[in-house]
């Protein structure tokens, strides 16, 4: 056998140094220990690794090698600290190590059984022990306790409990232990299954809500997640406890008063799946290593690499191996509800079927069982397939909970929803399920029941479409679920928006959503707005094709399918004119008002966008956003209305003017006429008349005092941001250092507008977040923000090296993994007056300081810049002309931006920006 295959033996390696007539003293001993934990842990590696042994294989040799050096050990102790004549002791492993499993870097837990109350010499040993183990650098779970003892703490707490019921005798006393075991089961027997159950399955409850409440986390714990190896376990302990086995094929063919405990198919899935994630943990450990369970974007790549997960058609590796791992955990997901029901009936009898049912639900072929309800005995889907809808909506109707044995029909008979397609009854009660009818919009649930659907597997079954989303991932940081959660979630929130949960955060769409007309075509078109995700190409425009096939076999009208296909071809529409163009630029809003056409379209638009993007992450949605959306919103609806067009500037511009003025009153004529002729019609459509009159105060305050520098800052926690106002003299590169300034005072630019005034002064406004999403309030952060500005523009710091500091400090390392590729686009076409220059690139602090830079050393003036983050990627928007004031049109011209801009996106994190980032107001050019 070669060397790398050769299984070291350590029991007999370290007989001969730690059995020998003469023993070797302690520190020779811990050498040889160590030398063994070595050759140890290389065989189990290279085995693993290069040798074809999957994780659970792994696992298993790991820990019979572990048995071995342990149990050395503990016949070495017990020779240098021979125990009294009376004293008996046994060496038990517990815990994940009780059940013969063993990841690299996991704890080793053991139980130090005694038949009494442990005299000194017992004591002393197993402190020798664990003290030999700490200086091998392993992490040892460790107890000394009497066979009362363990009882005693086995009642008082379940999880001291369920590590007895993996205990496994090593060495030592086997009499002992044996007593233990005995004992132990006696006492489970007594106690009956029931409290047991209904302690793991909150304790799992409580996890699951710890780590996340579905399997399709983006950055998922292979561990402690749903779906995940703790799952497994769970459903393996309680077999044990109800059944004494100790392998789920012991429960094919198995019968409950249920029914089946497992079929052949579904013990085969769960072996599976048992392999495959320990396959995932043991790479995890080596990568990282250290006991590492969580797969972050930083060692996605890697694992799946490892596993041989390699780009096939427009999917990545890592995305193809995140699938594969999606697939699996929502396969652990549907063995728990086909296998605890059926364990829970075993161990308390069969349902009770409940006398009170009514005649009505009995005809359905339903009843009532612990106040669920279920299907009832002889009717499942076999003989009606539409049932599988069917028990859903008399579940909604009678607000009655799905009894789990129901939930475990329905997952034995997902392959039936494939039959359903076509079928106009079934597509009716689907439509049903999705949507209700007009009565039930203030308590319209539809997300639960989609929920059920799509994690039994019927969903993917009914609309073959929707099976390709099923743990679809996309490798960013911006979603935190899977394509097919994140639309359930969607959902969710147009149900929330219809019930009035969300009129804090959402007034507008709360209000919208009780005056539309389409609203079926509304649900339809939120549950297929992601729908051809990962097929590469623009997913809207696949996804409006799509729907153009889809939404007849649902059973809609033309009108409708027509609505539905052109709000998911313009479901990003609103949100991207709004965090990414100038809203006060009128032709933005015309071309807006073209597209969308009907006040019905945009009240329809307007709500999905909302639901969309709330359902994107917890943190995605904020004030800043929600304000944005809502003024473009009013903007589109008074040009669709037929009131004020955005073409009469002039009027608007007198209007304001007239506002101003009048909030302005307390001043002297002279000075009120100077200050309403400072500013160019931008400024004017671009601040309401309140933040213009705060402008105007600051202005004359400043030139009260002859300051060079003016800078005010003003929270708005209601919109989620702090305004930062800059007066001062106009000069290229102004805008740069303000944003590296920012930057290095830990500031995220949300938005900003740059004005020159007549009088050649620079008024620059910026809206910032801080890290959590949530203004800067307190007085000492918003003195430092001032204090920073003030540096960065007198020259007093240097930007380059500070931002490269905050860069380093602030982006943790797993989110270096993930490639954003540098993009500029330059768009004549969207502004009568500006170039519009849109930047895609990885965010990172001084980011907006390097790429403004590059556009002041271009010779252009920056109007408005519009910054939007999707998790590492950043979207920034800017309104440029020459230093003409006019567009920028030369191609020669646009190639050299083009390439500067390009040069700054691609700026390495860990080096200096490329020279030149940093224009001083004396260098610059004008």
């Known amino acids: 056998m070669p060397e790398a295959r050769k299984q070291p033996d350590v029991a007999a ?36 690794e290069n040798e074809g042994l999957n994780g659970l294989q792994a696992s298993r ?77 392993l992490k040892v779970g460790h107890a000394t306790r009497t066979v009362s003892e363990c009882l005693a703490e086995a009642k008082a707490d379940v999880t001291i409990r369920t590590s007895m019921l993996d205990a496994r005798c090593l060495t030592g006393d086997r009499a002992l232990f044996a007593d233990f075991q005995t004992a132990f089961r006696a006492d489970c027997l007594a106690e009956g299954p029931g409290d047991y159950i209904n302690e793991k399955q909150a304790e799992r409850a409580a996890r699951h809500k710890r780590f996340g409440d579905t399997p399709f986390m983006v950055e998922p714990n292979v561990k402690e997640g749903k779906g995940g190896l703790r799952d497994l376990q769970t459903l393996y302990w309680l077999s044990r406890y109800v059944f004494n086995t100790f392998a789920m094929s012991e429960l094919v063919g198995k019968e409950s008063p249920g029914g089946g405990i497992l079929t052949t198919t579904e013990a085969r899935a769960c072996k599976r799946a048992w392999e495959y994630l320990w396959t995932v943990r043991f790479h995890l450990h080596y990568v990282a290593g250290r006991a590492e369970e969580r797969l972050t974007f930083d060692l996605q790549p890697v694992v799946g690499a490892r596993m041989g997960y390699t780009r096939h058609g427009r999917q990545d590796g890592v995305e193809r191996f995140m699938r594969h791992y999606f697939l699996v955990v929502r396969e652990v997901a549907r063995v728990t509800g086909v296998l605890e029901p059926a364990l829970i009936r075993a161990a308390l009898g069969a349902p009770a079927i409940a006398p009170t049912t009514d005649a009505s639900l009995i005809a359905k072929g339903f009843v009532l069982a612990d106040g669920q309800i279920l299907f009832a005995p002889g009717h499942d889907p076999a003989t009606d397939p539409t049932s599988i809808f069917r028990i859903l909506i008399e579940a909604r109707d009678r607000g009655l909970a799905l009894h789990p044995l129901a939930k475990r029909t329905l997952i034995r008979y997902a392959g039936i929803g494939a039959e359903l397609r076509g079928d106009k009854k079934a597509a009716g009660l689907f ?87 389409s609203r079926r075509a509304l649900y339809v078109a939120v549950l297929l707005h992601d729908i051809a995700k990962g097929r590469g190409g623009d997913h809207s425009v696949l996804g409006a094709e799509l729907a ?129 002729s400072l500013g160019y019609p931008s400024y004017w459509l671009g601040f309401d008349p309140e933040s213009i009159e705060r402008h105007g105060r600051m202005i004359r305050d400043a030139k009260t005092r002859n300051a060079p520098l003016t800078i005010q800052t003003e929270p708005l926690p209601a919109r989620a941001v702090t305004e930062i106002v800059v007066y001062t003299a106009d000069h290229a590169g102004l805008f740069s250092r303000i944003a590296g300034a920012l930057a290095i005072a830990g500031a995220s630019i949300v938005d900003a507008r740059i004005h020159t005034l007549t009088d050649g002064m620079a008024l620059d406004t910026f809206w910032i977040q801080d890290a959590n999403g949530g203004p800067f309030e307190t007085p000492s952060r918003l003195a430092r923000l001032s204090s920073v500005i003030e540096q960065a523009l007198t020259g007093r710091i240097k930007l380059a090296a500070e931002i490269r500091k905050a860069t380093k400090s602030l982006i943790p390392g797993r989110m270096r993994a993930i490639h954003v590729p540098p993009r500029v686009v330059v768009d004549n076409r969207a502004s009568n007056r500006h170039t519009v220059i849109e930047v895609n690139g990885r965010d990172r602090p001084g980011l907006l300081h390097d790429v403004t830079a590059a556009i002041s050393e271009q010779g252009l003036q920056i109007a408005s810049a519009h910054v939007t983050t999707y998790g590492v990627r950043a979207v920034d928007v800017f309104y440029v002309k020459d230093v003409f004031g006019m567009k920028v049109e030369n191609e020669r011209k646009l190639y050299q931006l083009r390439q500067a801009l390009l040069e700054a996106l691609k700026a390495n994190l860990d080096e200096p920006p490329p020279a030149g980032k940093t224009p001083s107001p004396q260098t610059a050019a004008a």
């Not at 059920?452 to 935190?480: A, K």
């Not at 009013?634 to 067009?645: C, D, I, M, N, P």
């Open 13 to 48: 390696a370290l007989a001969a140094q730690l059995a020998a007539e003469a023993l070797p003293l302690r520190d020779d001993a811990l050498a040889a220990l160590r030398r063994q934990l070595a050759r140890i842990q290389t065989h189990v590696q290279t085995r693993f």
């Open 61 to 137: 040799l790991h820990a019979q090698l572990m048995d071995q050096l342990v149990s050395a050990l503990f016949a070495y102790t017990l020779r240098m600290l021979p125990p009294g004549p009376k004293d008996r002791l046994a060496m038990a492993a517990t815990g994940g190590y009780g059940r013969a499993t063993l990841a690299p870097f996991s704890d080793i837990d053991l139980l130090f059984l005694t038949g009494g109350t442990p005299s000194a010499s017992v004591n002393k040993a197993v402190e020798f022990i664990l003290y030999m183990l700490w200086d091998l650098g």
């Open 431 to 517: 439509l049903n399920l999705l949507c209700g009818g007009e009565e039930e919009r203030e308590s319209c649930d539809s997300a639960e029941w989609l929920t059920i659907l799509n994690e039994s597997g019927i969903l993917g079954r009914f609309m073959p479409d929707w099976r390709r989303i099923v743990g679809q991932m996309q490798f960013d940081t911006y979603h935190v679920y899977t394509v097919d959660v994140h639309t359930v979630q969607a959902v969710r929130n147009l149900n929330n928006l219809e019930n009035g949960k969300l009129k804090e955060i959402a007034p507008l769409s709360t209000e919208l959503v009780s005056q539309i007309q």
């Open 548 to 676: 153009l096939t889809i939404c007849p076999a649902l059973g809609l009208d033309q009108e409708e399918t027509e609505m539905v296909s052109w709000l998911v071809l313009h479901h990003l529409l609103l949100s991207q004119t709004a965090f990414s163009r100038d809203i006060d630029d009128p032709k933005t809003i015309l071309d807006l008002a073209d597209t969308i056409q009907s006040p019905e379209r945009l009240r329809l638009l307007q709500i999905l966008t909302v639901s969309d993007i709330r359902a994107v992450s917890p943190k995605v949605w904020n004030g800043w956003k929600a304000t944005l959306l809502r003024e473009l919103y009013a903007r589109v609806a008074e040009v669709l209305e037929g009131g004020l067009s955005t073409t009469e500037r002039d009027t608007r511009i007198a209007r304001v003017k007239e506002v101003v003025g009048a909030l302005l009153a307390d001043w002297p004529a002279d000075e009120r006429e100077e200050f309403l």
